[in-house]
């Protein structure tokens, strides 16, 4: 069936490093993915979206790079420091459909 | 605001007991949402309301029921709650079935 899933179930990264979390979603109709973050016990948090009509869209610290060619969707954290550890999950929907979400990836800063 | 608030925070029932889980928005959103999330998995949508007056079933709605109260309240009901009913439970709201969605604390339900 159609999904969209997560390369890498946890990233360790440096605090200061860049960090890269990739998606992969298999629906080329797809036309809206969305960001969240989810820290230890507290519910999603919004953090970027992006529309199939672009291929990348900034915020603060934070890259959204959209691939449609080979379906790949990925974030991008500059300089990641502590408080940026915790699950990510992307998530896609095609027009009026509700938001399907991937498994998530854990990503751990250590300082 | 408050944004998505949910009632309660962790909860214990034995099989076959039934409960209502609660959640309120105050930013006047139109549509909201049930998910449960299980340990590693992503979220899983269970029920959904795009505007009040309206409910659909979402990839898991077996043995749940909801009601949109009002604009503000979307409840969920496990009416004999199995331990396959264990998990986290989350709700969500966003201003159109479209847009982004924000998220309650969540629920901690365990079935024993």
């Known amino acids: 069936g159609e999904s969209v899933g997560l390369h890498l179930p946890t990233l360790s990264v440096q605090e200061g490093d860049n960090s890269i979390i990739n998606c992969a979603y298999s629906?080329?109709?797809?036309?809206?993915f969305i960001w969240y973050k989810q820290e230890s016990g507290k519910g999603p948090q919004f953090i970027i979206d992006?529309?199939?009509?672009?291929d990348k869209r900034q915020g603060q610290r934070v890259t959204v790079l959209l691939n449609k060619t080979v379906k790949h969707l990925s974030l991008q954290i500059a300089a990641t420091q502590p408080g940026d550890s915790a699950v990510y999950f992307c998530?896609?929907?095609?027009?009026?459909?509700?938001?399907?979400f991937g498994k998530g990836t854990m990503l751990l800063v250590s300082p | 605001n408050a944004g998505v608030t949910q009632t309660p925070k962790f909860q214990v029932l034995k099989t076959g007991q039934s409960m209502t889980l609660q959640c309120a928005q105050d930013?006047?959103?139109?549509?909201m949402y049930w998910y449960r999330q299980d340990p590693g998995m992503g979220l899983r949508l269970i029920y959904y309301?795009?505007?009040?007056?309206?409910?659909d079933k979402g990839e898991v709605p077996n043995g749940y029921n909801v009601s949109r109260l009002n604009k503000r309240e979307f409840s969920l009901r496990l009416e004999s709650a199995a331990p396959s009913q264990t998990s986290v439970y989350f709700c969500?709201?966003?201003?159109?079935?479209?847009?982004?969605?924000?998220f309650g604390p969540g629920t901690r339900l365990t079935v024993t």
């Open positions: 930013m006047n959103h139109n549509s």
């Open positions: 998530a896609e929907k095609r027009g009026y459909s509700t938001l399907t």
């Open positions: 992006i529309r199939s009509n672009m």
């Open positions: 969500a709201s966003s201003e159109y079935s479209s847009g982004e969605q924000y």
């Open positions: 309301s795009a505007s009040e007056g309206t409910t």
């Open positions: 629906n080329s109709a797809s036309d809206y």
